[in-house]
């Protein structure tokens, strides 16, 4: 059990630019989550996954935003047009379904220059 | 918008000390959860409580839940440096496929 992997730690870019980011969750975990956390902040909920379907986008995930889980297993977050206000810790977490207890990753941190 | 409130925001404290942390809402949820976050990390589950009036220890940690299950708190005794973190509660509601609602968050900083 090698845990929820995030990639990249850290992602700088410029305003305007896109960036994507990846989350492999634990392998037999059919549920997906990703959240938004800025500084100081708890984190907020912005989408799930319940195997390879997106079931729920909270209304924090812009149309700039976009998810995907298109085996059921790794999940990529793309942000387009990056804005400043993008600038936050984004997080994912995985657990199976029926349970309440979700593992998060180490997270991506966003700066938007 | 939170609609969980943690109080308070931040703590600074002395090893050995008490602290409790409150975290409110005005919303009842079905079971409740409380986190731990170290810089550059993702948060680590602590405990989870389901039933009104639950109360749970974990060492030095008591957590309680409202009887109302509006509301919690985690209690620590006698604070260690390493109890250093950002502290979340987190509310899971029934049919909600276990999406959780964080509170503000309460970071607590323990010198020696």
């Known amino acids: 059990d090698t845990g929820v992997s995030q990639d990249p730690r850290h992602k700088i870019t410029k305003r305007g630019q896109n960036v994507t980011f990846r989350c492999d969750p634990i392998?037999?975990?059919?549920?997906l989550y990703w959240y938004r956390q800025t500084l100081g902040q708890g984190p907020e909920f912005l989408t799930y996954?319940?195997?390879?379907?997106?079931?729920?986008k909270s209304r924090l995930l812009s149309d700039r935003f976009s998810a995907e889980r298109p085996k059921g297993s790794f999940s990529t977050l793309e942000i387009q047009r990056t804005e400043q206000g993008d600038s936050a810790m984004y997080l994912c977490?995985?657990?199976?379904?029926?349970?309440?207890?979700?593992?998060f990753g180490a997270g991506t941190r966003l700066s938007v220059l | 918008t939170q609609l969980l409130e943690q109080s308070p925001q931040f703590l600074s404290i002395q090893e050995g000390e008490n602290l409790t942390v409150y975290c409110n809402s005005s919303?009842?949820?079905?079971?409740l959860q409380w986190y731990r976050q170290e810089p550059g990390e993702g948060p680590v589950l602590l405990v989870t409580?389901?039933?009104?009036?639950e109360v749970k220890k974990l060492k030095r940690l008591t957590f309680q839940f409202g009887d109302a299950r509006k509301d919690s708190s985690l209690h620590i005794t006698a604070a260690q440096p390493g109890d250093t973190g950002l502290y979340l509660c987190?509310?899971?509601?029934?049919?909600?496929?276990?999406?959780?609602?964080f509170g503000t968050g309460t970071r607590l900083q323990v010198t020696l």
């Open positions: 996954f319940q195997n390879e379907a997106q079931l729920e």
């Open positions: 392998s037999e975990h059919n549920r």
């Open positions: 409580v389901v039933t009104g009036g």
């Open positions: 987190a509310g899971i509601n029934t049919g909600t496929a276990s999406k959780l609602t």
């Open positions: 919303s009842v949820f079905s079971s």
């Open positions: 977490a995985s657990n199976t379904g029926g349970r309440n207890i979700q593992y």
